[in-house]
């Protein structure tokens, strides 16, 4: 069985672009949460979504954004990047939503912001 | 604040020693799990324990859980130089949604 998948892998963007990150879960799986990485602030919760519906937001401005499409594929936005948005951005995929649940991460895309 | 707090920060030992880390958390929990990840790559899963178990074991780790003091402890015994990775613990809050909270993390050094 495929594990997650994200691409891109590396990124590299300016101050005020935009970028899409995806990430497909594992086969069967409905439950996608997204996590950001920084060396400062550690794992972050960004978002989880289960049948195409955000469930659970973390503490992120408006500028996070994320959507569920009907094959469970996931994607997020941030826009007008800034500086402190470099970091490796984490999927995770798990059967459904809830307590206790495995999470399956994939291997993270890494965006560099200049 | 994160719920989850790992002690210590960083560890280093040598090859066939034990490591253990420790982990605090803030609220009730029903679960807590703790994860592996090698070297800004993905995480691993390694073990989940619920509230009403106190040890656990997989393989070379044990977990315990005193939900009394709100800690958590992973123990690897007879480490090995491809342990070495970061170490998370990991507590779902249910605020209607799923939303896992990890801590800071243990940096583990095995040295061959």
């Known amino acids: 069985k495929a594990g997650v998948t994200q691409t891109p892998r590396y990124l590299i963007k300016t101050r005020g672009q935009q970028v899409t990150l995806s990430c497909s879960p594992i086969s069967g799986h409905r439950s996608v949460s997204w996590y950001q990485q920084t060396p400062g602030q550690g794992l972050q919760f960004l978002f989880e979504?289960?049948?195409?519906?955000?469930?659970n937001k973390g503490n992120f401005p408006g500028r996070f954004s994320g959507r569920q499409f009907s094959n469970s594929r996931s994607e997020m936005n941030v826009s007008t990047l800034e500086l402190g948005d470099s970091a490796l951005y984490l999927c995770?995929?798990?059967?459904?939503?809830?307590?206790?649940?495995?999470?399956?991460f994939g291997p993270g895309t890494r965006l560099l912001v200049l | 604040s994160q719920q989850g707090e790992e002690d210590p920060q960083a560890l280093s030992i040598q090859e066939g020693e034990n490591a253990t880390m420790n982990c605090s958390y803030k609220t009730s929990i029903n679960n807590l799990q703790w994860y592996r990840q090698n070297s800004g790559r993905g995480l691993v899963h390694l073990i989940l324990i619920r509230s009403n178990e106190r040890e656990k074991h997989s393989g070379r780790l044990r977990v315990t859980l005193d939900t009394s003091k709100k800690s958590s402890s992973l123990l690897i015994t007879a480490s090995r130089a491809a342990d070495t990775a970061s170490y998370f613990c990991a507590t779902d809050l249910n605020t209607g949604g799923f939303k896992t909270i990890f801590g800071a993390g243990t940096r583990l050094f095995v040295k061959a």
């Open positions: 979504y289960f049948s195409e519906t955000q469930r």
């Open positions: 995770a995929s798990s059967r459904v939503a809830g307590e206790g649940e495995t999470q399956y």
